[in-house]
């Protein structure tokens, strides 16, 4: 973070186009570091070839070089992404087929009808289920797990006691879906479940083993 930080500055003082003079005092007090740690932060960008630097009359001439640059480049496209997609998750997986608790527990009078008032559908009784394919994607999956979500309340019936679901509303192909976390599972941090008006297997060709992209809409509320 502080090379960045130290690219920034050299950037806005002009080091893009030439070489600037810059002191470590000055950057210190600049970015609120002590000036031991600009010297040893400015070391490593030369070292590292982002950086030109020689040695000035009270500090250093230093100017970025084209791998600082083409740097500087990824780190802004790849910061723009994420903002522009901040609102959003693509979670990847691998549809596999589940141990039909799905089909037990949507198919539930309780959750079905509060999950049409919550999400404006009745939900096919099963779950499309995905293997997350990356440790990127379990840690989505996690990021939602600690969100609040859309609450399913749980219930009880002459069965037994039945716990709350947290919903999260998602596309499959164009096809509008939500991401069910139940708050009793089984299921392993590498599994996702997915809930929809349909049959999500026949209705988009799905088969074990296909991979699949789901888009998780995020409310900043939720």
């Known amino acids: 973070m502080e090379t960045l930080n130290i690219l920034i500055y050299i950037a806005r003082k002009g080091g893009l186009a030439r070489p600037v003079a810059i002191t470590t005092s000055h950057v210190g007090d600049a970015l609120g570091i002590s000036q031991q740690s600009v010297s040893r932060w400015l070391i490593t960008l030369e070292r590292k070839g982002l950086t030109q630097r020689t040695k000035g009359i009270r500090g250093y001439i230093v100017q970025i070089t084209p791998e600082g640059k083409r740097v500087m480049m990824r780190m802004r496209n790849g910061l723009g992404g994420v903002l522009v997609n901040c609102n959003k998750l693509i979670i990847k997986g691998k549809v596999v087929t589940g141990m039909m608790e799905g089909r037990y527990y949507i198919g539930?009078?309780?959750?079905?009808?509060?999950?049409?008032?919550?999400?404006?559908?009745?939900?096919?009784?099963?779950?499309?289920?995905?293997?997350?394919?990356?440790?990127?994607?379990?840690?989505?999956?996690?990021?939602?797990?600690?969100?609040?979500?859309?609450?399913?309340?749980?219930?009880?019936?002459?069965?037994?006691?039945?716990?709350?679901?947290?919903?999260?509303?998602?596309?499959?192909?164009?096809?509008?879906?939500?991401?069910?976390?139940?708050?009793?599972?089984?299921?392993?941090?590498?599994?996702?479940?997915?809930?929809?008006?349909?049959?999500?297997?026949?209705?988009?060709?799905?088969?074990?083993?296909d991979d699949v992209k789901v888009e998780v809409l995020l409310d900043e509320n939720v």
């Open 108 to 209: 539930r009078k309780g959750y079905s009808e509060r999950i049409k008032s919550a999400l404006g559908f009745a939900p096919f009784a099963g779950t499309l289920n995905l293997r997350l394919k990356t440790m990127d994607d379990r840690g989505y999956k996690e990021q939602l797990e600690a969100k609040k979500g859309i609450v399913i309340p749980g219930f009880e019936d002459e069965e037994r006691a039945f716990g709350s679901l947290k919903c999260f509303p998602c596309r499959l192909r164009d096809e509008s879906c939500a991401v069910v976390i139940p708050e009793r599972s089984h299921r392993g941090p590498d599994t996702l479940e997915i809930i929809s008006g349909h049959n999500l297997r026949k209705k988009l060709g799905l088969s074990d083993g």
